[in-house]
Nanobody, 125 residues
């Protein structure tokens, strides 16, 4: 069982940066692949990016590629989402999620076993 708690959201101006954290409690964080998703009002939850359990592989949605960076620190049981050059369209609730053996399924919501409660990111234009 893994519990996930996101933090670091807030209000930022367009062009600014935020770093989200996803703190995990429970056992086995270092054995889980991690994903970040977001959900804007009246839209479906969408994949933002993911990182493999060892941190050697990362994946990004085209909409954030080159602006967002995912990392993890297994010693601290924490995953991160660094967001730069933020745009108004990045406004959403951001969620982290954990799953195992995701391989090519990082972008599939159903692949993840555990989810955090989300943190709001608002980008003003």
């Amino acid at each position: 069982q893994v519990q996930l708690v996101e933090s670091g959201g807030g209000l930022v101006q367009a062009g600014g940066s935020l770093r989200l954290s996803c703190a995990a409690s429970g056992r086995g964080f270092s054995t889980y692949d991690m994903g970040w998703f977001r959900q804007a009002p009246e839209k479906e939850r969408e994949f933002v990016g993911g990182i493999s359990w060892g941190g050697t592989s990362t994946y990004y949605a085209d909409s954030v590629k080159g602006r967002f960076t995912i990392s993890r620190d297994n010693a601290k049981n924490t995953a991160y989402l660094q967001m730069n050059s933020l745009k108004a369209e990045d406004t959403a609730v951001y969620y982290c999620a954990a799953g195992r053996w995701l391989s090519r399924l990082f972008g599939e919501r159903s692949s993840y076993h555990y989810w955090g409660q989300g943190t709001q990111v608002t980008v003003s234009s």
